[in-house]
């Protein structure tokens, strides 16, 4: 079946970075656009940055572009999202997500704390 498993989340201070990464099985990721989001308590999720099949086009929420870059690795069937200049309104649980068809599918998702 279908599964995407984020991985990379943690506490970071202020300033610092972290990868996070979405492994995933059970369709042919090279044909399917990719999303992270994020979601805090009481908040709609937020979509974060997209990017193409091959990678070569991507797209970032405006309070993430020029800190966050979204990057796949379609021999290793695996997204990644790499976020620099972490600031405490970073603090959320992150997901990938890709939409097949109608369906769309998640992953359980993993913390980022940004907190001194």
């Known amino acids: 079946q279908v599964q995407l498993v984020e991985s990379g989340g943690g506490l970071v201070q202020p300033g610092g970075s972290l990868t996070l990464s979405c492994t995933t099985s059970?369709?042919?990721?090279?044909?399917?656009?990719m999303r992270w989001y994020r979601q805090t308590p009481g908040k709609e999720r937020e979509l974060v940055a997209l990017i193409s099949f091959a990678g070569t086009n991507t797209r970032y929420s405006d309070s993430v572009k020029g800190r966050f870059t979204i990057s796949r690795d379609n021999a290793k069937n695996t997204l990644y999202l790499q976020m620099n200049s972490l600031k405490p309104e970073d603090t959320a649980v992150y997901f990938c997500?890709?939409?097949?068809?109608?369906?769309?599918?998640w992953g359980q998702g993993t913390q980022v704390t940004v907190s001194s």
């Open positions: 997500n890709v939409e097949l068809g109608n369906v769309e599918v």
């Open positions: 059970g369709f042919r990721f090279r044909n399917y656009f």
